[in-house]
């Protein structure tokens, strides 16, 4: 029998190339959908990290200069869905499940009732300790980056800011209660071209980091897994403001 995995996530691309990748080695038992927070929940958690100048910059770089970069970033996306055999096409409805949140005392429950082999993240919340807790079995992310250099979000994006190529990259990882703080099971790094750009960043990590977890998860599953521990809190990144990202692609030629 295939091994029963349960993919916790946000509904969009990322989870529907992850679902197809996976779907043929495992029984997805369930996806189950967390409900985005709404725009006015996530400013306000940001005005509790940043001032209203810079929450107003990420704001206006992701309404103004995102839609621009995923419109001129169409054809090399399919390039790459092609070239790693990624298949964006939506989750089949019968094996979705909708929760509020996936800390939810819902989501936990529908966890236990299911208990599978293994829980994989696709772009959730932080998860808490109880929600972590409520069953014995792993639970695996793919990260966005290299941790512990580069946690949080737009990891490979900050690396080439950084011009630290060598840290842009992908991490597959046992998940804790920290923000991409948990072991790390494997890491590589992805090789962008003059083409992409930072809608197109995420997609080769995605693609490189399906390739590694396919790998891992045999033996996270029958607990035989190496780690290497993250000794390091490295730094957290998070949406860069329309003028962080304006100067940083006139300065580094990073875009």
């Not at 080695?25 to 940001?46: A, C, N, P, T």
């Not at 966890?111 to 014995?136: D, F, H, M, W, Y």
């Not at 992409?196 to 607990?223: E, M, R």
Request: proline letters at 5%; a positive charge; one cysteine or more.
């Amino acid at each position: 029998m295939k091994p029963e995995i349960v993919i916790l996530a946000t509904d969009g691309q990322s989870t529907n190339m992850l679902y197809h990748a996976l779907k043929d080695d495992y029984h997805i038992v369930k996806v189950i959908f967390e409900e985005r927070m709404s725009r006015g929940e996530l400013v306000q958690k940001r005005l509790r990290k940043f001032s209203f100048a810079h929450v107003a910059g990420q704001l206006l770089f992701q309404a103004l200069y995102l839609p621009y970069l995923r419109s001129k970033s169409t054809k090399r996306l399919t390039e790459i869905e092609r070239e790693f055999g990624l298949k964006n096409e939506p989750v089949p409805q019968p094996v979705t499940e909708w929760v509020y949140s996936a800390n939810s005392n819902e989501c936990q429950t529908l966890l236990k009732t299911i208990n599978p082999q293994v829980v994989v993240l696709s772009g959730t919340r932080i998860l808490s300790a109880e929600t972590l807790n409520c069953l014995t079995v792993p639970f695996v992310n793919i990260h966005a980056g290299i941790t512990p250099f580069y946690r949080g979000v737009h990891g490979g994006y900050w690396a080439l800011a950084n011009n630290d190529p060598t840290n842009c990259g992908v991490t597959v990882h046992l998940v804790d209660s920290g923000i991409d703080t948990g072991n790390i099971l494997a890491q590589t790094t992805i090789s962008p071209t003059a083409e992409d750009n930072f809608t197109t960043y995420p997609i080769l990590q995605l693609a490189k980091g399906i390739a590694l977890l396919k790998d891992c998860l045999p033996a996270v599953i029958n607990g035989t897994a190496t780690t290497t521990k993250n000794t390091e809190k490295g730094k957290l990144w998070y949406h860069p403001t329309l003028g962080e990202y304006l100067r940083i692609k006139r300065e580094k030629l990073v875009v």
